[in-house]
Nanobody, 121 residues
């Protein structure tokens, strides 16, 4: 069984920083692309940042230059460093990964449980 556990959300003032982590555990053969999504109240879930197994990254325009996605393949963990946060970044943040479990012949998309990020003074 594979699961992803997120941590690092919370309440922060505008201009502040937070670092999200998402660690995978279980019977994993390989993790391919990983990413962070967010969903604000009344809005659709959107991709914030993605990272390939080789380290290539992409960002939604609204966070480029402020957020940094990274991964530690040895720890099966993906991170999201968020700087210069503003109230528009308030949302539930979800990690996402394309995983090939041990003994499986195909990959499966897994999601974390979500962590709340609130930016407010």
């Amino acid at each position: 069984q594979v699961q992803f556990v997120e941590s690092g959300g919370g309440l922060v003032q505008p201009g502040g920083s937070l670092r999200l982590s998402c660690a995978a555990s279980g019977s994993i053969f390989e993790i391919y692309d990983m990413g962070w999504y967010r969903q604000a109240p009344g809005k659709q879930r959107e991709l914030v940042a993605g990272i390939t197994s080789g380290g290539g990254t992409n960002y939604v325009d609204s966070v480029a230059g402020r957020f940094t996605i990274s991964r530690d393949n040895a720890k099966n963990t993906v991170y999201l460093q968020m700087n210069s946060l503003n109230p528009e970044d308030t949302a539930v943040y979800y990690c996402n990964a394309n995983v090939k479990p041990l003994g499986w012949g195909r990959t499966i998309i897994f999601w974390g449980q979500g962590t709340q990020v609130t930016v407010s003074s």
